[in-house]
């Protein structure tokens, strides 16, 4: 980020973290993409005029995680002073790059077929990333600082839905809506650390705002004094969505007519 005088200004020196893995402070799950993966196939829905935003804010891209339907409009807006270049690498849809200086006006793209989701770089902020879930109903949704989420509008029926997240994956479950009735589903995720030499305590994450407890101690209750400072290159912690090496994710779908709801939540 050091490289751009403009980036710097907008963060006043401080670094960007990454959003990818992140949890809560109510250790739930933001950034975590749901929608209708089949049973809906069958319907007919009308594609939305009004255009999807995807801003370049700050040096970062926000939303972190989008949802659009098939012919939908994407708008993309520059809001920074400085140059960004708008790299989308789909893989059932062409890939596209452009550049998009300050002050310049948005310019709108469109996909041809459902994908999720499909990952956007910027050229020029190797650290700005974003995704784009495209569906082709307008039941999906992606769950915010409180984890939750709603599926506005779904009909009782037969549905595969499925949660996809950027860090711990993706998992899928099949569900009957029924007219009135609650819908419950949970999507457990795990996540490992890698591991570490005997001797290197485990010590909460400072980059995210969880409440983080230390696992135990492992070999000597105290370590080198040397050791203390840093990490071993090939076992150097990266950012973790939690305090422990390991959490369990339980995504909740709960609801019927006229909505499916839910929650993403984080049990550390």
Known sequence: MSQDPECVR?????PIRPEDGMVNAND????????????????HFATPRRAVTLDQKGCIYIPHVLGIMVGQPLKVVNSDFTTHNIHVMPKNNPQWN??????????YKKFAHPEVMIPVRCNEHPWMKAYIGVVDNP?????????????KGLPPGDYTIEVWTATFGTQERHLVVRAGEPTPADFPFENRCPRRPAGFPRRPSRQLPVRARPAPRVGPSRPPPASRSRWPPSTRPGPRPSGNCTSTTSTSATGGWPSTAGSARSIT
Do not use: I, M, R, W
């Open 10 to 14: 907008e963060h006043q020196g401080h």
């Open 28 to 43: 739930t799950l933001p950034n975590v993409f749901v929608y209708v993966k089949s049973g809906a196939q069958n319907e």
């Open 98 to 107: 452009q550049s998009q200086p300050p002050g310049a006006a948005p310019f």
């Open 139 to 151: 039941f999906y949704a992606v769950t915010g600082k409180d984890g939750s989420f709603s599926l």
